[in-house]
């Protein structure tokens, strides 16, 4: 196994339009999570799936954007209408449901910037 | 809600030097206590992990113990190397469900030789 993928690894999008990113968790994890970082923070949560269903959302996680995983295996984030505050490290990271404490395998991320 | 607070940065050390990056920790319950790594240019490394209080998270010469009675979970090495160079986040979990993770803002560590 790969590990966590992510595309694109770098994406630079004008103000206004929409942009879509990929994650390929680890096979057998049944677990996806998204999380933003921006420069000299820590990741913060947007959401997670378990399989395809999407168990939680954080509030950071506005109208704009939205998150799928259709057959429990990739996953995609789509944010609309872009603005120059989402420009982030966009996270993805992955685990198995019933491992206790495993912790998660991170992507090397999606770095996203609005101009 | 929970929180993580970590020392601030950056810290910068010379080789074989002593370390300690803080972490003080706000949960309810029983937390599930993680240190990440991420070295220039790759993404975030499970470092080390301790479950229940007491218990000493331990690799590649890190040791971090949990702390109930101070919340806290701070990161050591005896003897840094330049190799060693990287941004290191505390971070907890409110279960052992593999729920979400709640990150504190990392500290930069710079090893010089």
């Known amino acids: 196994d790969t590990g966590v993928s992510q595309d694109p690894r770098h994406k630079i999008t004008k103000r206004g339009q929409n942009v879509t990113f990929r994650c390929d968790p680890i096979?057998?994890?049944?677990?996806l999570y998204w999380y933003r970082q921006t420069l000299g923070q820590g990741p913060e949560f947007l959401t997670y799936?378990?399989?395809?269903?999407?168990?939680?959302k954080s509030r950071l996680l506005s109208d704009r954007f939205s998150a799928e995983r259709p057959k429990g295996s990739f996953s995609t984030l789509e944010i609309q209408r872009t603005e120059q505050g989402d420009s982030a490290m966009y996270l993805c990271?992955?685990?198995?449901?019933?491992?206790?404490?495993?912790?998660?395998?991170f992507g090397s991320g999606t770095r996203l910037t609005v101009v | 809600g929970n929180s993580v607070t970590q020392m601030e940065g950056p810290v910068t050390l010379s080789e074989e030097a002593f370390l300690t990056i803080n972490c003080t920790y706000t949960?309810?319950?029983?937390?599930?206590l993680f240190w990440y790594v991420q070295y220039p240019g790759e993404g975030l490394q499970l470092l080390l992990k301790?479950?229940?209080?007491?218990d000493k998270g331990s690799n590649k010469g890190f040791e971090a113990t949990y702390r109930k009675e101070t919340t806290s979970f701070h990161l050591e090495k005896g003897s840094v190397q330049v190799s060693d160079s990287a941004v290191y986040f505390c971070?907890?979990?409110?279960?052992?469900?593999?729920?979400?993770?709640?990150f504190g803002t990392g500290t930069r560590l710079t090893i010089i030789p």
């Open positions: 990271a992955s685990s198995p449901a019933f491992v206790a404490n495993y912790g998660y395998t």
């Open positions: 949960a309810t319950g029983y937390p599930s």
């Open positions: 799936f378990q399989n395809e269903a999407q168990l939680e």
């Open positions: 096979s057998e994890h049944n677990r």
């Open positions: 301790a479950t229940k209080a007491d």
């Open positions: 971070a907890l979990s409110a279960s052992p469900r593999n729920e979400k993770l709640t």
